[in-house]
């Protein structure tokens, strides 16, 4: 083992000895949450805590931990967008999420890999969680196209997420399942054509996947393209509305 192996190794050791104390302080955070009612600093502290946990699971190889976190996440993110949900299942969900993560820290502490049962109770939480029956993922730079998709998706009960970029977006598509993709053809790090082609080749979660490409381009529909082309015109919010309703009917 060379230098730079054997400090990954101590970093990944302290990593996972330091990970119960971190986890033992978002659940702290929680019951303030339930014991004094909604705190904006609380939340986004949370926010912040399990942002970290997820970029640091990626760091040291321990990729089931980020995938715990990614929902977490939106899970925070939706309660800062609809704080009337404290008073419901939120922090009894969230808590099930911090078991999770313990769960899967014992697992690692022993040196094993958190196989399907972790990723099944994972993927059954998601949706307990947003009490949602639809997933969707979006990569789009334009804001105007983001907000037309979340108000055509919200009339459907969707959870959405949105990523940043094509290669985020991969990563996100193959960890877990979603039921449609809305994506940019020009997107950073990897454009939309490119996502959706890395994401069929590679095996997503879903097979049943609907993929939807947006472009300001003329493309014509073939077989090597997406399931949908739209562009982005004055018809697209219909269009778009169109394509939902059709892939829920069926």
Do not use: W
């Amino acid at each position: 083992m060379n230098k730079a192996q054997a400090m990954l190794s101590a970093l990944r050791s302290t990593y996972l000895n330091d990970l119960p104390s971190h986890i033992d302080e978002l659940e702290s955070l929680l019951l303030r949450l339930e014991s004094d009612g909604f705190d904006l600093e609380i939340c986004r502290e949370l926010y912040r805590r399990i942002h970290t946990l997820k970029g640091s699971g990626g760091t040291y190889g321990m990729h089931v931990i980020s995938d715990v976190c990614h929902p977490f996440e939106d899970l925070i993110s939706h309660f800062l967008e609809h704080t009337e949900i404290l008073q419901f299942n939120f922090i009894s969900t969230a808590l099930e999420y911090i078991d999770l993560l313990r769960r899967v820290t014992l697992l690692y502490q022993q040196s094993k890999v958190p196989g399907e049962e972790i990723k099944t109770q994972l993927q059954s939480l998601r949706h307990q969680a947003l009490q949602n029956p639809y997933s969707a993922l979006v990569v789009e730079s334009s804001d105007v196209v983001v907000n037309i998709i979340k108000d055509v998706l919200k009339s459907y009960r969707f959870r959405l997420e949105v990523a940043k970029d094509g290669y985020l977006a991969l990563g996100r598509i193959l960890s877990e399942p979603f039921d449609l993709v809305v994506t940019g053809l020009e997107t950073p790090r990897m454009n939309g054509m490119a996502l959706i082609s890395a994401a069929q080749r590679l095996g997503g979660k879903s097979k049943n996947t609907t993929c939807v490409l947006i472009t300001a381009s003329q493309l014509k529909q073939d077989e090597n393209l997406p399931d949908f082309v739209l562009q982005k015109d004055a018809l697209f919010r219909e269009r778009f509305n169109k394509i939902v309703h059709h892939m829920i009917s069926n």
